[in-house]
């Protein structure tokens, strides 16, 4: 202010030069990688190596390196004469198969990117998809090319069933040349569509670079071998699709494609077994719906990932193998930070620290660096950082913002995450911007009110929504748990032992799993409405004599409840002094 009397007070910053230099040795993560190659040439390094081993493995069939490559190649060849190149794209609408995988591998060495298409997507929602990324070329079968909106873009598309022996006939099963590819490391590997705002897709543009920094970081934290065999998880339409193949191809193991069908519970378990599965990518609320008596013992490596991660999944999986909590949004190439978990772990696990070549930035709402301790929005920078979001250039320089911490010209991205940095180094997950919510005056954090929760004996799982009922919000708590631990009651009384009273749910939901998206993560938009059974009430009985009954009328209007009984808490039903 000496220096500057003109100076916002709200802009200067908070952390002396020691502490700065702490953030600072937080993000040294530069580590040396082939930043000349594209990720398809680390899969055809591996093909050279060793021929072989054995790459893909659907139902009864098993392709080795070698096989795979020129399968992948022949397509490729078929692309190039189409006129397929660099940042082009090549939309891919294929169910899990080693047509899906040969499909993948050809786009990316044909040069192009390949956008997933996932055939159990509504129509509308597909034709949005197709006139926004505009392919030269659709690759599917028969019957689900039949299926595909009709749209302005399909047509002038070249579409080609990829199941037919014959397309494929008398091309050359060599990789394509580099020269032939005019292809660089900025180029787009793949488009993947993430759910937007306006109710409109986003389209991802994530880059081959991102691509190979991700995979050299895999080779330090998830420790894949040759002997390694990886499971193919994930939903085509998601990255992380991507980051199964990218850990099993690009470093000569297994990939491992369960057949059709939920894969959830005990098909889970017997696939992983069935198959001697050594590494998996499933999500906290997979991996908590398996059997109690699931062991597991083949899993050598076991990342959570996609949600948050809690201290009885880490203390039920991490014996026995390397168990690791991930985190990192499609925008940051799949993956940013990891953490090691540890048995011991009693609290929610954090997400760890930044993977190589990645800086993570905790900034307050002016833009300034967070002490340790404290929370504000997650940035990411670094070599995976994906170009924007196709056609949309307002929402690109929205959430891709200039890095005032990086060389000039170095971009970040705005997560809307909420984080704290560790003493140690790691970073702690505090939930999404936009689950923070305000009711009566008060901005409450939903994720401490579940970790609250969570920390209750006998409850598993835990989710708190902020639900408009009419004119009132009120806090609905859904968990997975044990019957007798879960009563409304119970829980209130646990609860009020740790929170301030306008933190407490109105309602109570025990559910027997919570509900899953495609893509295994939670998803909020299908957890239920509150009944009556749900709320913090004693057994009803009903008012007796005038007053009783009058004071429950008007309870039933301002709470918008169908009954109240006389024994009844009007603050354990959602209301507050400002309703009284």
Not at 229 to 253: K, P, T, W, Y
Not at 316 to 344: F, M
Request: aromatic share 6%.
């Amino acid at each position: 202010m000496v220096e500057d009397d003109s100076a916002c007070v709200l802009r200067l910053p908070l952390l002396p030069d020691t502490e700065h230099a702490r953030l600072l040795a937080f993000n040294a993560t530069e580590t040396a990688f082939d930043a000349e190659l594209c990720i398809h040439q680390l899969f055809e390094q591996q093909a050279r190596l060793r021929p072989e081993a054995t790459a893909l493995v659907f139902e009864q069939e098993c392709l080795s390196y070698a096989a795979l490559n020129a399968r992948a190649n022949q397509l490729a060849h078929h692309l190039r004469a189409l006129g397929v190149g660099p940042d082009t794209r090549v939309a891919i609408c294929l169910p899990r198969s080693t047509e899906m995988v040969v499909a993948l591998l050809a786009t990316l060495k044909a040069g192009a990117a390949y956008v997933p298409l996932d055939p159990a997507y509504p129509a509308q929602r597909l034709a949005f998809m197709l006139e926004d990324c505009r392919p030269r070329v659709v690759l599917s079968n028969a019957a689900l090319l039949d299926q595909l909106p009709a749209t302005r873009s399909l047509s002038r598309a070249t579409l080609l069933d990829i199941t037919l022996a014959q397309l494929l006939q008398g091309q050359p099963t060599d990789d394509l040349p580099p020269s032939a590819r005019r292809l660089h490391p900025a180029h787009l590997a793949y488009i993947i569509y993430t759910s937007g705002s306006t109710g409109l897709p986003k389209g991802v543009m994530v880059s081959h670079r991102g691509l190979c920094n991700l995979a050299q970081a895999q080779i330090r934290a998830f420790d894949a071998q040759p002997d390694s065999r990886v499971l193919q998880f994930a939903s085509f339409s998601f990255d992380g699709c991507i980051f199964e193949v990218v850990l099993a191809l690009a470093h000569g193991a297994s990939l491992v494609l369960p057949v059709h069908g939920p894969l959830v519970g005990e098909a889970l378990v017997a696939c992983i077994d069935t198959h001697q599965i050594t590494h998996a990518i499933l999500p906290p609320a997979v991996l908590a719906g398996l059997p109690g008596e699931a062991q597991l013992p083949g899993l050598k490596t076991l990342v959570t990932s996609g949600d948050v991660s809690n201290a009885a999944l880490v203390a039920r999986w991490s014996s026995g193998r390397r168990l690791l909590n991930g985190y990192g949004p499609t925008e940051s190439t799949v993956c940013a930070t990891t953490y090691v978990c540890d048995e011991q772990q009693l609290l929610t696990p954090p997400i760890g620290q930044p993977i190589a070549n990645t800086r993570i930035h905790i900034l307050d709402a002016w833009g300034q660096p967070c002490p340790i301790g404290v929370a504000g929005e997650l940035h990411i920078a670094g070599a995976q950082l994906a170009r924007g979001y196709l056609n949309r250039p307002e929402f690109t320089a929205e959430r891709f913002v200039p890095d005032p911490f990086g060389a000039p010209g170095s971009r970040m991205y705005r997560s809307g995450d909420l984080a704290r940095w560790r003493a140690d180094g790691s970073l702690d997950f505090l939930g999404r911007n936009d689950h923070q919510v305000k009711i009566r005056g008060f901005r409450i954090e939903l994720g401490e009110i579940e970790a609250a929760l969570q920390a209750c004996p006998g409850v598993r799982e835990a989710v708190v929504l902020a639900r408009q009922d009419g004119e009132h919000k009120r806090l609905v708590a859904y968990l997975v748990a044990e019957e007798e631990s879960a009563s409304p009651e119970a829980l209130r009384t646990q609860l009020s032992t740790r929170l301030p009273e306008y933190m407490l749910p109105a309602a109570y939901v025990r559910l027997p799993a919570l509900p899953l998206t495609p893509n295994g993560k939670l998803d909020r938009q299908a957890l239920p409405e509150p009944d009556a059974s749900a709320l913090g009430t004693s057994a009803y009985e009903p008012p007796q004599g005038p007053l009783e009954e009058t004071l429950a009328a008007l309870w039933c209007e301002l709470l918008g409840l169908a009954q109240v009984g006389r024994h009844d808490d009007f603050f354990a039903l959602g209301g507050h002094s400002l309703l009284a």
